[in-house]
C-alpha cells in the first residue's frame, strides 16, 4: 500500500513536471522572429495632380514604396476634403498608383497612403493635394485637328470651285462606267439583278456610301424594267434600303414596279448570311451582282458562288484584306477610295466632284507629308535638324 | 421642312461626333457616349424589324406557293425552335438553345468557313496566270510566299522564308497602307460632305 502511494505521488509529479516544460519554454524561433522583426514600408515620393485631357471630376495619385523594410498587408488612401477625412479605397500592396474619380472641380483635395500590417496602420506616407478641372482639349491629338481642320478647308475650296462651274476632270474609274451595262445585260437576260451590301451596319461609312450607289442602280434597274434583289444582314440596313430604293423607283416614274419583298432580312450571321445569298444566286442566277461595303471573309465565298453561276460582277470595299479576292474573282473592282467616289463619278454632280478634288489635294499633302518624314527619319540619324522634322511629323500625326 | 429637319439632325450628331473626340469637357463628353448609346439600343430595337420581314416573306411564299417555297418552312421552323428554347430554357451553358448552336449552328458556320478553302484554290488557279509582265510578278510572289510558309521551301533554299518575309512585310504592307490612306481620305470627304448636306442622294433622292 505505502509503495503504491509512494507510485502513484511519483507519476503525478511526472505529469505535472512534463506540463510545466511545455508552457514555460517558448520555442527558439517565435523569440528568433520577435528579435528580427522589421518596421512596415510606407509609400514615398507620393504626388497628386489633376488628371490629364479629361472631362473632370479626376485626380491621379502616384507614389512609390520605401525597399528596406517588411511588406504591408495592403495600402489605404485617405483623402481630406470637404466632407472630411475618409478611406476611399484599399489597394494591394505593390500598387504604386491609383485614380480618384469621385471628386468635385475646382475643390482642394489632400491624400496620403497608408500602410496596414495585421489590420493597424503601421505606416504613413506625406500629403499631397490637387485641384482636380476639365480640360477643354486634348493636347495629343491638336496635331489631327490641325491636318482635319486643312483637309476640310481644302475640300470646300474645291466644292465651291466646282459650284463656280470651273471643269474638274475626273478620270475613268471602269467599275463605275460598267454599272449601266452590268443592268442592261441583266435586263436583255431577263434575269434579276443582286445588290449585296456588305455585313457591316449603318453606323459604317462603306455601308452609307453602299446604300448611295443603291439609290442610283435602283434608278437604273427602275428604269429598265430589271427586278432588284437586296438581300441585307442587318434590320437597319433592310429598312434604309427599302427606302432608297422605293425612292429611286419613285424618281423615274415606276412606283408600281417596287417590290418591298426584293429587300430582304436574311441574318445578323456572317456565315449564316453567306449561305443565304449563295442560295440566292444558285436559284435565282441574277445576271449582274454588286458587291459593295464591308466585307470580310464572306467575301469569296460570294464572289466565287456569283462567278459560278455566270453572272457580271462589280465589287467595291475599303477593306484592305479583302480587295485581292475581289480583283480575282470579279469582273470590276472599286479599290478602297473608289467606292466613296462613286456618288460623285455617277451623279456628276458639280459640287460632289469638287469634293472629289479635293480628297486627291489631300492625297497630295500627305504623300508629300510621307517623303518628307521618310528623308528626315533616314537622314536624321547624321544630322539632327532633319531628326526634329522627324521627331516634329511623329508627333503631329500621333494620336494619344 | 422635309429636307430641313434630317440634315439638321445630321448636322448636330456629326458635330457633336466630331467635337467629342477633341473635346473632353462636358457636355461633349457626355453628349458622344450618350449618342452611341443610342444607336446601340435603335439598332437592338430594329432587330424586331427584321424579324417581322423574316416571317413576312417566308410565310407569304409558303401561302402563295412561289417558286422554291420549300425552303421557307425549314428557316420558319429554325428561328422558331431558337426562339422557343432560348425564351423557355434560356440560354445558359447545357440548356438545349446552347446545344442547338453548339452541335448545329456553329458546325454549319464552320462549314460555310470550310469552303474558302477550295474557292480560293480556285481563284488562284485562276488569277495567277503569266499573260503580261504584272500578272507574271504576282505568279512570282505567290509562288515564293507559299513556298516560304511551308518546311519544304527552306529545305529548297535557305533564304526562301526570308524572301517570303520581305515581301509580306515591305511591299505588301507599303500597299495595304496605301489603299488604307486613300480610303481613310475617302472616308473624310464622304463624311463631311454627308455633315454639311452637299451629299444628299442618301435622303432618299430627295435633292
Known amino acids: 500500500m505505502k509503495n503504491l502511494s509512494a507510485f502513484m505521488i511519483f507519476l503525478l509529479l511526472f505529469a505535472a513536471g512534463a506540463t510545466l516544460a511545455d508552457s514555460t519554454d517558448p520555442p527558439e524561433s517565435v523569440v528568433t522572429e520577435a528579435a528580427e522583426e522589421l518596421e512596415v514600408i510606407s509609400a514615398v515620393g507620393l504626388e497628386a495632380s489633376d488628371t490629364e485631357e479629361d472631362a473632370g471630376g479626376s485626380v491621379s495619385l502616384t507614389w512609390q514604396m520605401e525597399t528596406v523594410g517588411s511588406d504591408p498587408d495592403s495600402l489605404g488612401v485617405i483623402r481630406s476634403g470637404p466632407e472630411g477625412e475618409e478611406l476611399i479605397t484599399t489597394l494591394p500592396e505593390g500598387t504604386v498608383m491609383y485614380t480618384d474619380q469621385t471628386v468635385d472641380n475646382g475643390t482642394e483635395y489632400s491624400y496620403w497612403i497608408v500602410s496596414y500590417s495585421g489590420g493597424y496602420v503601421q505606416a504613413s506616407s506625406e500629403v499631397a493635394a490637387a485641384i482636380p478641372s476639365a480640360q477643354w482639349i486634348y493636347r495629343g491629338r491638336i496635331g489631327m485637328l490641325i491636318i482635319l481642320s486643312l483637309m476640310a478647308g481644302v475640300i470646300i475650296y474645291f466644292i465651291e470651285s466646282g459650284k463656280k462651274g470651273k471643269e474638274l476632270f475626273i478620270r475613268e474609274i471602269a467599275g463605275l462606267a460598267a454599272v449601266d451595262d452590268a443592268v442592261g445585260r441583266a435586263t436583255e437576260m431577263g434575269k434579276p439583278v443582286l445588290y449585296i451590301p456588305g455585313i457591316m451596319d449603318m453606323d459604317d461609312i462603306q455601308t452609307i456610301a453602299s446604300m448611295v450607289i443603291l439609290g442610283r442602280v435602283a434608278r437604273k434597274t427602275a428604269e429598265y424594267g430589271s427586278a432588284l434583289l437586296v438581300p441585307t444582314s442587318r434590320s437597319v440596313v433592310m429598312s434604309v434600303a427599302q427606302e432608297v430604293v422605293k425612292e429611286g423607283y419613285i ?150 | 421642312m422635309r429636307l430641313v429637319i434630317p440634315l439638321a439632325i445630321t448636322f448636330t450628331a456629326g458635330m457633336i461626333m466630331i467635337l ?21 439600343i435603335v439598332a437592338s430595337g430594329a432587330i424586331f424589324l427584321g424579324v417581322m420581314n423574316l416571317m413576312h416573306v417566308h410565310t407569304r411564299k409558303i401561302r402563295l406557293k412561289r417558286k422554291n417555297w420549300k425552303y421557307s418552312p425549314v428557316t420558319i421552323i429554325g428561328f422558331l425552335l431558337m426562339l422557343v428554347t432560348g425564351l423557355i430554357y434560356g440560354v445558359a451553358e447545357s440548356k438545349p438553345f446552347d446545344y442547338l448552336f453548339m452541335n448545329m449552328v456553329a458546325p454549319m458556320g464552320a462549314t460555310m468557313f470550310s469552303l474558302l478553302a477550295f474557292f480560293v484554290a480556285s481563284a488562284a488557279f485562276r488569277a495567277f496566270r503569266a499573260s503580261n509582265w504584272r500578272a507574271t510578278l504576282l505568279l512570282t510572289s505567290a509562288f515564293l510566299v507559299m513556298l516560304g510558309q511551308v518546311p519544304i521551301g527552306a529545305m529548297i533554299w535557305d533564304k526562301i522564308p526570308l524572301a517570303k518575309v520581305w515581301l509580306m512585310s515591305i511591299p505588301n504592307t507599303a500597299g495595304q497602307r496605301a489603299v488604307m490612306i486613300g480610303a481613310a481620305m475617302g472616308v473624310v470627304s464622304t463624311s463631311l460632305r454627308m455633315i454639311f448636306g452637299i451629299e444628299r442622294s442618301w435622303l432618299g433622292g430627295a435633292d
Not at chain 1, 450571321?269 to 454588286?290: L, N, T
Not at chain 2, 473635346?23 to 446601340?40: A, D, I, R, S
Open chain 1, 251 to 400: 424618281q423615274v416614274g415606276r412606283p408600281d414596279a417596287y417590290n418591298k419583298e426584293n429587300i430582304q432580312y436574311l441574318t445578323d450571321d456572317q456565315f449564316g448570311y453567306a449561305a443565304g445569298v449563295d442560295g440566292i444566286m444558285v436559284r435565282e442566277k441574277p445576271a449582274a451582282i454588286f458587291l459593295l461595303g464591308t466585307f470580310y471573309a464572306e467575301s469569296l465565298i460570294l464572289a466565287e458562288t456569283g462567278r459560278s453561276v455566270g453572272a457580271i460582277q462589280i465589287a467595291g470595299t475599303a477593306m484592305p484584306s479583302q480587295i485581292p479576292f475581289f480583283v480575282a474573282a470579279c469582273d470590276y473592282t472599286l479599290i478602297g477610295e473608289e467606292l466613296f467616289a462613286a456618288s460623285a463619278y455617277l451623279s456628276r454632280e458639280p459640287k460632289l466632284l469638287g469634293s472629289l478634288k479635293g480628297q486627291d489635294a489631300a492625297k497630295l499633302f500627305f504623300m508629300i507629308l510621307i517623303v518628307v518624314g521618310v528623308v528626315s527619319a533616314t537622314i536624321g540619324d547624321f544630322w539632327s535638324p532633319l531628326k526634329s522634322v522627324a521627331e516634329f511629323l511623329r508627333r503631329l500625326v500621333t494620336v494619344n
Open chain 2, 20 to 40: 467629342n473626340f477633341f473635346v473632353p469637357h462636358q457636355p461633349f463628353k457626355f453628349l458622344g457616349e450618350n449618342l452611341q448609346e443610342w444607336y446601340m
